[in-house]
């Protein structure tokens, strides 16, 4: 069973973006959905999911702190790909964190503020789902350097895909170009990780795409992709697992024929 596990995780290693959505939604159906923020990367698999499956679930976690500029996106993706984003909020309004938590958690206690707006809606959502769909690549972060196609994610319990893994920055502008994608136009202005107008600046040149998050802080992710876990398939260490094996279950199922 092991051995079948990693056959399938390897063989999704070299399915292009496409054939990893492809499976995913023949695989999951309305059990899976895309979580995006709408930076450069959800825009490509937005529009590649508009088009291998018109009737894709996406959902966003909304900060209620973001920039105009992506509440405008978030607008004109609803109407250029016909899909109503699933908006999840956190259970306290902004007012209502400045009352319990203080003026301004964000610089003094960013981790809490990720959690109380991202986080915790986030798993929420995830509660819903079977497996989820995001837009991360292993260059990104230290935190996402080994993150495969396919994986089991062990903080919210589902399948966790991740079809651009193995892309870089150059590909992403690459598609979005070729296919007339839009995109912020904060990227245009030097913000090339957009996140929330409290923890979000424009780098100067020379720094690293995502000095612009966090800065002052040794933060570099929100947390949504920061493993509680080893991965599964080292955890097990051996023994065969109920959850490896609902997991080996779930993916040799449907696996795309031809998924060069
Ligand atoms: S990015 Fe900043 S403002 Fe947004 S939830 Fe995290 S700490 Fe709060």
Not at 166 to 177: E, F, P
């Amino acid at each position: 069973m092991r051995r079948e596990l990693e056959s399938v995780l390897e063989a999704a290693e070299s399915w292009s973006p496409e054939a990893t959505l492809q499976w995913a939604f023949k695989r999951f159906g309305q059990r899976i959905a895309i979580s995006s923020a709408f930076g450069a990367e959800g825009m490509v698999l937005i529009d590649m999911a508009s088009r291998v499956q018109p009737d894709f679930r996406l959902f966003t976690v909304d900060t209620e702190f973001l920039f105009p500029e992506t509440y405008h996106l978030m607008d004109h993706v609803e109407e250029r790909y016909g899909v109503k984003i699933e908006k999840v909020y956190s259970l306290l309004s902004p007012e209502e964190q400045k009352r319990v938590h203080g003026a301004a958690l964000w610089t003094r206690n960013p981790d809490q503020c990720c959690n109380l707006r991202k986080v915790e809606p986030l798993r929420r959502k995830l509660g819903e789902l079977s497996a989820w769909i995001t837009s991360i690549r292993r260059d990104q972060t230290a935190h996402r350097a080994d993150a495969r196609k396919i994986e089991w994610d062990a903080k919210f319990g589902l399948v966790k895909v991740n079809p651009l893994a193995d892309w870089s920055s150059k590909d992403v502008w690459k598609y979005i170009h070729a296919h007339n994608v839009p995109y912020n136009p904060l990227h245009d202005r030097q913000y090339p990780s957009i996140g929330c107008t409290h923890c979000t600046r424009a780098v100067r040149p020379g720094e690293d795409p995502r000095a612009g998050r966090w800065w002052g802080f040794a933060k570099t992710e929100c947390g949504l992709h920061v493993k509680d876990d080893l991965p599964i398939h080292v955890r097990t260490n051996g023994g065969i697992s109920p959850e490896l094996s609902r997991l080996v279950t779930i993916l040799t199922a449907d696996m795309p024929k031809d998924s060069a």
